[in-house]
């Protein structure tokens, strides 16, 4: 669980791609901690981002928290070429994974901080069992797929339940949102719960980023 009322997570989907590793240096050096990797293959959602290969030329570049969410079918299938990679946290999702608690294990074996992140519509007992398992799971807030979409209202309510949940059970995972996070929904965000907030397009159109930075603590305010 993160000492800081919450950290913010930049999705680098929304970052300039032609110029990524000095968007990684301006995020370092305006005291960001984590970015946000969005893995996309045209077939768990429709569209395509980038590979490992991305990932390892900049982990070269950047001594930032790379938080990996691969948006993939049969990610068991890439988990230590993602690790391999550099990824300091990779996320799965709960939807693509026939056999969860195995590829769950793995990634924690390959040493990377271990997520699971759920779509809008799936329910919070998907968890149930590897609970105990996850650092993080990852609430999203929108249907995965494209950055620059609306917040899922509902979202909150899950963000609430999933907080009691892991409070109830004594677990230490913390909670990520992503999609349609900024400055007016980031307090309620934290005040329900969440502990990651991920954003793409209410981040990188908006630079200097220290001082988006300093807005996003601002309008998060603390926690009650
Ligand atoms: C959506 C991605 C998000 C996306 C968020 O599928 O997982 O990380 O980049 O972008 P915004 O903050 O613009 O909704
Ligand atoms: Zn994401």
């Known amino acids: 669980m993160p000492a800081e009322p ?3 997570s930049p999705s680098l989907l929304s970052s300039d791609f032609s110029r990524l590793a000095d968007e990684l240096h301006a995020l370092e ?4 901690r984590w970015a946000h990797w969005d893995v996309m293959d045209g077939h768990f959602v429709p ?15 950047s001594g930032l928290f790379f938080d990996v969410h691969l948006m993939i079918d049969h990610p068991d299938r890439y988990v230590d070429e993602f690790v391999l990679a550099g990824a300091d946290l990779v996320c799965v999702h709960a939807e693509a994974c026939v056999h969860l608690e195995r590829t769950l294990s793995r990634i924690r074996e390959l040493g990377a901080e271990c997520a699971l992140a759920l779509n809008p519509h799936t329910p919070l007992s998907v968890l149930d069992y590897v ?15 494209f950055g620059g ?17 892991i409070t109830d059970r004594g677990c230490r995972c913390s909670i990520q949102v992503d999609g349609g996070v900024n400055l007016d929904n980031a307090q309620k965000l934290v005040r329900a719960g969440a502990d990651i907030l991920v954003s793409g397009s209410a981040f ?21």
């Open 131 to 145: 609970l105990p398992q996850l650092d993080m799971v990852l609430i999203m807030s929108v249907n995965p797929g």
């Open 29 to 32: 050096q305006a005291g960001l």
């Open 47 to 61: 569209n395509i981002t980038l590979g490992p290969p991305f990932i390892a030329a900049c982990r070269r570049q």
């Open 204 to 224: 990188f159109k908006h630079p200097p980023y220290a001082q988006r930075l300093r807005e996003f603590l601002e309008a998060a305010g603390s926690r009650p």
């Open 149 to 165: 979409q609306s917040f899922i209202p509902f979202s909150l309510d899950k963000i609430a339940d999933l907080k009691q949940m």
């Open 6 to 8: 919450f950290i913010l």
